[in-house]
Nanobody, 125 residues
Framework: QVQLAESGGGLVQAGDSLRLSCAASGITFSNYDMGWFRQAPGKEREFVSVINRNGALTYYANSVKGRFTISRDNAKNTVYLQMNSLKPEDTAVYYC??????????????????WGQGTQVTVSS
């Protein structure tokens, strides 16, 4: 049974930082590229960042580039998203996802094989 469990969301003020974690089980974690997506109320789910299976390649949406950092620890089956200088427009439910094909970079949500349940991030102004 595959499970991706996000944690670390919360309510913060603009300019603050948060670190999201996503712990994977039921998959061979090092065989998957891992992505972060987010969905704000009334909007479609959008790509945030992706990291390849060995952590050597990363990609970011323009809206978060320079503020967010994705990383992974294959020994812990965990991917992270460090979010700095948060803005109210970063408010959304954040999801992690696993993608097996290896066709980096994968920006579209449909390409991902497994998803977590999401963690809420709220940034107040």
């Amino acid at each position: 049974q595959v499970q991706l469990a996000e944690s670390g969301g919360g309510l913060v003020q603009a300019g603050d930082s948060l670190r999201l974690s996503c712990a994977a089980s039921g998959i061979t974690f090092s065989n998957y590229d891992m992505g972060w997506f987010r969905q704000a109320p009334g909007k479609e789910r959008e790509f945030v960042s992706v990291i390849n299976r060995n952590g050597a390649l990363t990609y970011y949406a323009n809206s978060v580039k320079g503020r967010f950092t994705i990383s992974r620890d294959n020994a812990k089956n965990t991917v992270y998203l460090q979010m700095n200088s948060l803005k109210p427009e970063d408010t959304a439910v954040y999801y992690c996802a696993a993608e097996r094909s290896g066709l980096m970079p994968t920006f579209t949500s449909k390409a991902y094989d497994y998803w977590g349940q999401g963690t809420q991030v709220t940034v107040s102004s």
